[in-house]
């Protein structure tokens, strides 16, 4: 998973706190993108973005905010945690027309 | 919109026998078409990719995968499998336009090996 860097790697939060998960890379592509994994879900992507300065929602975008002011930092907020958002997060980077590069991942949970 | 169909939930294989996986997918044009393994507690490592071409792709750790277009299907093949085998595997597809670079996953087929 060389190029894609998060933290924390493990995280508990109480219900109502705010967190922010980081995303690093160093392979300068230009799409970034979080998704959560949950059993026998898959992954789902929650926010994804083409560029700096440019985002947009995915599938489950709810409870989580983005912004990209960097090519390479792409962080991802938890406003305000809840037990749903318990979950397994990975960042992932794409240049175009190439496959998706993905962090080790970002167990959550959330009490 | 895009989708992804693994049908089998869990497969269980023993060593040294030939497995496939099965991913059906759903998308207007040409789609670009990856599996991925991902072992506990890990990340997702890309086997292979198919973008265009020959159909028939091949990857790492001795896999294989056949895009049907015909099918919409996109399985994952290997001879013989190895105890290192055991892990989730993930078919996803890509949209191929620049500014739309979303990868869609199907559920994952978790594999395990017995002796």
């Known amino acids: 998973n060389a190029g894609v860097t998060q933290t924390p790697k493990f995280q508990v939060l109480k219900t109502g706190q705010s967190m922010t998960l980081q995303c690093a890379q160093d392979m300068n592509h230009e799409y970034m993108s979080w998704y959560r994994q949950d059993p026998g879900m898959g992954l789902r992507l929650i926010h994804y973005?083409?560029?700096?300065?440019?985002?947009d929602q995915g599938e489950v975008p709810n409870g989580y905010n983005v912004s990209r002011s960097t090519t390479e930092d792409f962080p991802l907020r938890l406003l305000s945690a809840a037990p749903s958002q318990t979950s397994v997060y990975f960042c992932a980077i794409k240049g175009v027309g190439t496959e998706a590069f993905f962090g080790q991942g970002t167990r959550l949970t959330v009490v | 919109a895009q989708s992804v169909t693994q049908p089998d939930i869990h497969i269980t294989v023993s060593e040294g026998a030939s497995l496939e996986l099965r991913c059906n997918y759903s998308y207007g044009a040409t789609p670009y078409l990856f599996w991925y393994v991902q072992s506990p507690g890990q990340g997702l490592q890309l086997l292979l990719k198919y973008f265009s071409g020959d159909t028939l792709v091949q990857g790492i750790k001795g896999f294989e995968a056949e895009f049907k277009r015909s099918q919409s299907s996109f399985n994952l093949r290997k001879p013989s499998v190895h105890w290192s085998d055991a892990a989730e595997y993930f078919c996803?597809?890509?949209?191929?336009?620049?500014?739309?670079?979303?990868?869609?996953f199907g559920t994952g087929t978790r594999l395990t090996i017995i002796p």
């Open positions: 973005s083409v560029g700096a300065g440019i985002t």
């Open positions: 996803a597809v890509g949209e191929s336009n620049f500014g739309n670079e979303k990868l869609t």
